[in-house]
């Protein structure tokens, strides 16, 4: 079962760099992986060659990923689990661009597997077809329940930001 909002009813909030910012994702969705494990994510289509962000003076994708890191914490403490940010890129070569800078990010936290990112125009987004900054496997969206345990995520009940 999947559950699915449009980005013009949802926001994230985050403190980056003593900033407050608030993002517009473009969706949100969530799977029921069975065992009522609920996995949530964000999506985020980019088209166009980033700009720089207004406040945080940098690669505006980088600075989304910054202000997702910093929103992580408040939605696991009300949602019980964690979520990914989903990026879709029109070609490889702009995918591979981000996931480099968010490599070179690591000492921010940036190097890690909340981002999945690939190519616009996949067949199955089930499929493995994503790729993080963390490494170079292809993975799935519904990874490995024991891989997820190990870092520390619990499956969860349908929050009621599912349901509004």
């Given at each position: 079962m999947a559950y699915f909002c449009s980005g013009a009813h949802i926001s994230?909030?985050?403190?980056?760099?003593?900033?407050?910012?608030?993002?517009?994702?473009?969706?949100?969705?969530a799977i029921r992986d069975g065992e009522n494990c609920v996995r949530h994510f964000y999506v985020e289509v980019t088209k166009a060659n980033p700009g720089k962000h207004r406040i945080l003076k940098e690669n505006e994708i980088v600075a989304k990923c910054e202000t997702y890191l910093a929103f992580a914490p408040a939605f696991k403490q009300e949602h019980g689990s964690d979520f990914r940010v989903l990026f879709t890129f029109p070609t490889k070569s702009k995918m591979e661009n981000l996931l480099t800078m968010l490599r070179e990010r690591r000492q921010d936290g940036l190097n890690n597997r909340k981002f999945y990112c690939t190519v616009e125009g996949f067949a199955n987004p089930l499929e493995a077809i994503?790729?993080?900054?963390?490494d170079a496997a292809a993975r799935k969206l519904l990874g490995d329940r024991t891989t997820d345990a190990r870092r520390g995520e619990t499956p969860c009940a349908i929050s009621e930001m599912l349901h509004n």
């Open positions: 994230v909030r985050g403190v980056v760099r003593d900033e407050r910012v608030t993002l517009i994702p473009d969706a949100f969705f994503w790729k993080t900054p963390k």
